[in-house]
């Protein structure tokens, strides 16, 4: 697989890379996602999946294989599309699905205000081993800068990534497949 120099950075990457959403929409069976994700990998694409508070099923199924094989992931949607501020079922069809698990989850830090829930949530993407970069979609021109900042906070601390991942044990559904 070709690789090319990523911008000005030392890094590497494969010129194709692996997004691995629609294993979950299409229901796959786990060895048709063992043949898929170990072909992409053994290939070196990179790979973009979905991680975060709300959508936690990639940190067993995608990381440990990626990690296996030397591979990087990109998380998307690391703050669950911030589903958690609005007060009923929002009308933006893909930030439902991260609204109704919240509303399970009910984990107590989304009580807190929006900034320390943002940083929670990217924070605990952020720590899952094997993710080495997470991509913050905004239509606000400074909101990366935001983002840093919250960043440069440091790691989460092990203890709350561990509650946010005994709660998620405790709370998921069968039918909680990766999202969008």
Request: with cysteine.
């Amino acid at each position: 697989m070709e690789r090319k120099k990523f911008g000005s950075t030392d890094m590497e990457v494969s010129i194709l890379g692996f997004g691995g959403a629609e294993i979950g929409f299409e229901g796959a069976d786990a060895a048709t996602v063992e043949r898929l994700l170990g072909s992409a990998l053994d290939a070196g694409l990179n790979m973009e999946t979905s991680i975060n508070i709300a959508d936690q099923e990639a940190i067993e199924l995608t990381l440990p294989k990626a990690r296996e094989r030397g591979m990087g992931v990109i998380a998307k949607r690391p703050i669950a599309n911030t589903s958690w501020k609005y007060d009923s079922l929002p009308n933006v069809e893909y930030h439902q699905a991260y609204w109704e698990r919240l509303q399970k989850l009910q984990y107590d830090f989304l009580n807190a205000p929006m900034q320390e829930v943002v940083s929670t949530a990217l924070r605990f993407t952020l720590a899952q081993p094997g993710v080495c970069t997470a991509i913050v979609g905004t239509a606000k021109p400074d909101r990366w800068v935001e983002n840093a900042t919250l960043v440069a906070q440091g790691r989460l601390p092990e203890e709350t990534v561990q509650a946010i991942r005994r709660r998620w044990t405790e709370v998921v559904g069968a039918d909680w497949i990766g999202l969008e």
